[in-house]
């Protein structure tokens, strides 16, 4: 069965410092990748995907398919990236996306 | 464009009583997601349309969800009989197509069972 497995509800870090936000999943076949942030009082959005090999806000994500990992890396964190962040996983059919529990991050100054 | 419109975005109800949740997708926007985000939990699957396929309807918890989709537009999640433990906030999603793209959330509807 497909599974997200986020394993911390909170991560609190200091301003510079470097953050890694945990994702692990479960699929059978190859999986499309995905993490989505929630800042304050706004929509849930995507903040990059495995696909793209992009760098989003000094986020990366890089797709370990031997530790079925996708951990979220950002080098210096930001007060301003406090937010909750989500991993996603589509299944290659494209059909459903299901999330992990998230883990809400917070930079202290 | 606007982005996806959920409504209403706080409903308060009576256990026992039904209520119905709104969504309006992005235009154009072939697939559709309903999501359940209980208190400090994440987001749980509930059903999923796609253009005019039949919709997987796994993640409904009951019998007293239901949810309709009218094409590729507006979409309408119906609890009956509701439930305390059917609080939640209920998130909308829409995306263009299947695979790679990004889903697009409404701010969700805030649902209290009194």
């Known amino acids: 069965a497909q599974r997200v497995t986020q394993p911390e509800k909170l991560l609190s870090v200091f301003k510079g410092a470097p953050v890694e936000l945990k994702c692990n999943y479960s699929?059978?076949?190859?999986?499309?990748l995905f993490w989505y942030v929630q800042y304050s009082r706004q929509r849930l959005q995507l903040l990059l995907r495995?696909?793209s090999r992009e760098s989003i806000k000094g986020f990366t994500a890089d797709l370990n398919k031997g530790e079925t990992s996708f951990h979220l890396k950002k080098p210096f964190a930001q007060e301003e990236d406090s937010a909750m962040y989500y991993c996603?996983?589509?299944?290659?059919?494209?059909?459903?996306?299901?999330f992990g529990a998230g883990t809400r991050l917070f930079v202290k100054a | 464009g606007a982005g996806v419109s959920q409504s209403p975005s706080n409903k308060v109800t009576e256990k026992g009583k039904d209520v119905e949740l709104r969504c309006d997708p992005i235009?154009?926007?072939?697939?559709l997601y309903w999501y359940r985000q209980r208190l400090g939990q994440g987001l749980e699957f509930l059903i999923y349309?796609?253009?005019?396929?039949?919709?997987?309807k796994s993640g409904l918890p009951s019998d007293r969800f239901s949810a309709e989709r009218t094409g590729e537009s507006v979409s309408t999640l119906t609890i009956q009989r509701t439930q305390q433990e059917d609080s939640a906030v209920y998130l909308c999603?829409?995306?263009?197509?299947?695979?790679?793209?990004?889903?697009?959330f409404g701010n969700g509807t805030r649902l209290t069972v009194t």
């Open positions: 999603a829409s995306s263009f197509r299947q695979g790679a793209s990004p889903l697009h």
């Open positions: 235009s154009g926007h072939t697939a």
């Open positions: 699929y059978s076949g190859s999986p499309e």
């Open positions: 349309f796609q253009g005019n396929s039949a919709p997987d």
């Open positions: 495995h696909i």
């Open positions: 996603a996983l589509t299944d290659t059919g494209g059909f459903k996306t299901i």
